[in-house]
């Protein structure tokens, strides 16, 4: 059998020069395919009009630009739009356009399924199969760049990229650092650090890492005031407790010179709404780089929890506005198209048993 075409879509500017240099080719006519790639989304050579006809057959030749298959697209009544990619055989993952007023936000995915298992997730809730590949996690980016000029020309751009898919992304920390990369730079996507946004459950050593490797924006799962609850609700807790997050999270502050840390906070009814879960909240923040954002939970078939009633956010919201600490409550985007925060469950087939990064085998499930 031939061997697969290399994807070109994944590589960085920089490995594109080494397989460019590697063809005995002059090393800027990766910047111009790279280009070609993340700015004008073309994934056919032949329409790369500024590459000589022998190159491109060169090119055809070797190797492709393969932007992950789609398999379905939806819209909300909302303006959200939802994408189904296929990510291998009855496998599938999603990613999610919301537009606002003034900016478009991409939230994309960086796993099919998820490991960490949380108890309120319908992504945890599938299980794991796989990491994406950097060609598969920026091929959400460029699809939808691609896409939403023809779908209404209206439509704002995307101005934000957040990784809040499906996956947690300090698991697939190579692909994801890579992927982060293409997407800040002037050649590709060009977006500030302000404007792309990786959400974490607290994968304590690879945050530390990525404060070195590219401070991006960061927003980090909390949900629970105190160890015990937060340990039955995100259990990669009882590995990583809260202190030592929290230590990691001002560390990475520290290195942007203390830009705030956004502390995610889905509201659950009876489980952590109450008032003195809220002080106990403000105790863990106050006088530190950080603002919470409350997320009302959005339920799907299988869980056991309910969305906190409005007024109970809202005295919730008010108890830590009394207490001296930044917050807001995410407006809930998508959820007739179950396409709202922690309801993208995609198609996770073949899953790896995997807890708390321990592997159990391998199970087939239809
Ligand atoms: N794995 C990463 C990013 C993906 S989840 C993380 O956990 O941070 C993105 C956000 O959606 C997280 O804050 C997550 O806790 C939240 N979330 C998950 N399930 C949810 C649900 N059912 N309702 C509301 N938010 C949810
Ligand atoms: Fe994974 Fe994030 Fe869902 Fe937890 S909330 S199971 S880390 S995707």
């Known amino acids: 059998m031939a061997a697969e075409k290399k994807n070109l879509l994944g590589l960085t500017l920089k490995e594109l020069e080494v397989f460019f240099e590697s063809q005995g080719q002059q090393k800027f006519r990766a910047k111009q395919v790279f ?37 379905s697209e939806n819209h909300s009544n909302d303006g959200t739009i939802k994408w189904l990619f296929s990510s291998g055989v009855g496998q599938a993952i999603e990613s999610v356009y919301i537009p606002e007023k003034d900016r478009g936000t991409l939230c994309i995915s960086s796993q099919v399924g998820c490991a960490l298992d949380c108890s309120f997730c319908a992504t945890g809730f599938q299980g794991f199969n796989r990491n994406l590949s950097t060609a598969e996690i920026i091929g959400q980016v460029c699809y939808a760049n691609r896409v939403l000029p023809r779908r209404n020309n209206n439509l704002p751009a995307i101005s934000n990229v957040v990784f809040m898919g499906m996956g947690e992304p300090l698991a697939n920390y190579k692909n994801v650092t ?11 996507y060009g ?33 629970a005031p105190n160890d015990e609850l937060r340990n039955k609700l995100v259990p990669i807790n009882k590995i990583h407790p809260i202190s030592e997050l929290l230590d990691a999270c001002w560390t990475y502050a520290k290195k942007q010179s203390n830009r705030y840390v956004t502390f995610e906070y889905v509201m659950l009814r009876d489980v952590n709404d109450s008032i003195s879960q809220a002080k106990e909240l403000a105790g863990l923040l106050k006088g530190k780089p950080a603002k919470i954002n409350l997320i009302p939970f959005n339920p799907f078939s299988g869980s056991d929890y309910e969305r906190s009633p409005v007024d109970r956010i809202r005295r919730f919201q008010s108890k830590l506005r009394e207490l001296g600490i930044i917050v807001t409550t995410r407006k809930t985007r998508g959820d007739d198209i179950d396409a709202a925060c922690g309801q ?18 391998r199970t087939v499930v239809s």
């Open 191 to 223: 977006l500030s650090r302000r404007r792309v946004t990786l959400s974490t459950s607290g994968v304590v050593p690879n945050l530390q890492a990525l404060g070195d490797d590219c401070n991006v924006s960061l927003a980090v799962s909390l949900h």
């Open 344 to 361: 993208l469950a995609g198609k996770v087939k073949n899953r790896v048993l995997t807890r708390l990064g321990e592997k159990k085998g």
């Open 178 to 188: 890579k992927a982060l990369k293409m997407l800040l730079a002037d050649n590709a």
């Open 35 to 71: 280009q070609w790639m993340h700015q004008k989304y073309v994934d056919n050579f032949d329409l790369m009009s500024d590459l000589s006809k022998d190159l491109r057959i060169r090119l055809n030749e070797l190797s492709s630009v393969r932007l992950p298959d789609i398999i």
